[in-house]
């Protein structure tokens, strides 16, 4: 009997566990931690928007209700959950965390170049709503003193990764990459980025336009952001190619044009086999993938800040694997982008977000 009992409660214990995610987090374990800025924030002027980023730390059946930023104790800019900004700015569960990140505009909040001070409290606090009955509610909060300085501008930059110098096709139907990153500054706004390609002494150029609409706009993080477009080559010879991007930077009235060129000899060999990644490049990486699902949706590559493409590549594993599954494997690939996409975006399909977006409703 007494065996019967003990395999019960073991039964219940597994159970009780499974339910609540393994509790992980104990009741005096729930925390709210600002980690980026800290101590001090190197800005270009106080019209150069900056991210407040950390996590909240909480089991993966827990609601978070809210969250707020102030700073020097202004009055509190609150997210509720189910609504737009709340979804843009608290990340799904992963590790014990519900990640943040709120897109920070000083005017909004009196951060100024002439401010005879120029240590700011930074204060994040969120409600948090147990799923264990026997944990009571929990309002935590996290405060960094941030000194801003000014004076520190970005290093711009934007460059082609290939093709660089000679290029090699086996025939005419694969379709090779050009690939290439752009650097700028958190919270500007990548507006065009635009790839034209010319075969040197002749007229006429072919373009491909890789963000030219508002809903494809990419607010850029200090990360690189990285592109990759299909150029469909008929012939061999020499050829220029050229990048061009648009940005609308936060700290200035002129956007920021910046572009990079590499002429390029093409030639067809039927024979050549090449190396892996040159065979690999006949697949496009998870952010290539994502920007094509969520245009055929309708949904912009930037969410309030949150910039989805550079999420989705910081995912990206060993060989441009997505969440263990290889670019060759198209549809598993594409399916579990579409489902991290879904995460992002606090929906279980994304035609539920192009709806809420349409109708001004609540939590998909």
Do not use: C
């Not at 039964?11 to 709210?32: C, E, H, P, S």
């Not at 800025?37 to 019209?47: A, G, K, Q, V």
């Not at 409600?127 to 026997?134: E, F, G, R, S, V």
């Not at 572009?259 to 892996?276: A, F, I, R």
């Amino acid at each position: 009997m007494k065996r019967i009992i003990a395999m019960l409660l073991s039964v219940m214990m597994i159970l009780t566990m499974t339910a609540f995610g393994f509790a992980a987090v104990g009741v005096n374990d729930y925390k709210v931690v600002i980690e980026k800025p800290l101590d001090e924030l190197r800005l270009f002027n106080d019209s150069d928007k900056f991210f407040v980023s950390g996590y909240i730390m909480a089991n993966q059946l827990d609601e978070i209700d809210w969250i707020e930023i102030s700073i020097d104790g202004a009055t509190p800019l609150r997210f509720v959950k189910g609504t737009p900004n709340f979804n843009i700015t608290v990340s799904p569960w992963k590790n014990d965390k519900f990640n943040f990140k709120f897109i920070v505009d000083p005017e909004v909040w009196s951060i100024d170049q002439s401010d005879s001070i120029n240590d700011y409290a930074v204060m994040v606090r969120a409600y948090i709503d147990p799923a264990n009955p026997a944990y009571s509610d929990q309002e935590k909060y996290d405060v960094e003193t941030v000194e801003v300085f000014y004076g520190y501008p970005t290093a711009y930059d934007i460059e082609i990764t290939h093709p660089t110098n000679n290029l090699v096709v086996s025939s005419w139907s694969n379709d090779p990459l050009i690939k290439g990153w752009i650097k700028a500054d958190e919270g500007d706004v990548l507006e065009s980025l635009v790839i034209e390609v010319q075969e040197i002494g002749q007229s006429g150029k072919i373009t491909m336009s890789l963000i030219d609409e508002a809903n494809e706009y990419v607010t850029m993080s200090n990360d690189k952001y990285y592109f990759e477009k299909k150029w469909d080559v008929t012939k061999a010879g020499d050829f220029r190619i050229t990048v061009m991007a648009v940005l609308d930077v936060d700290e200035s009235i002129n956007d920021r044009n910046l572009d990079d060129s590499h002429d390029v000899k093409v030639t067809l060999n039927p024979n050549y086999q090449g190396d892996k990644d040159e065979a690999m490049e006949a697949y496009p990486a998870a952010p290539a993938v994502a920007g094509k699902i969520l245009k055929s949706y309708g949904i912009p590559n930037n969410v309030g800040g949150k910039n989805l493409i550079a999420l989705v590549a910081k995912e990206m594993g060993p060989g441009t694997n997505f969440k263990g599954i290889a670019k060759t494997n198209t549809v598993q690939y594409k399916a579990a982008i579409t489902d991290f996409l879904e995460l992002q975006l606090g929906v279980t399909n994304l035609e539920n977000y192009v709806v809420v977006k349409k109708t001004g409703g609540g939590k998909p």
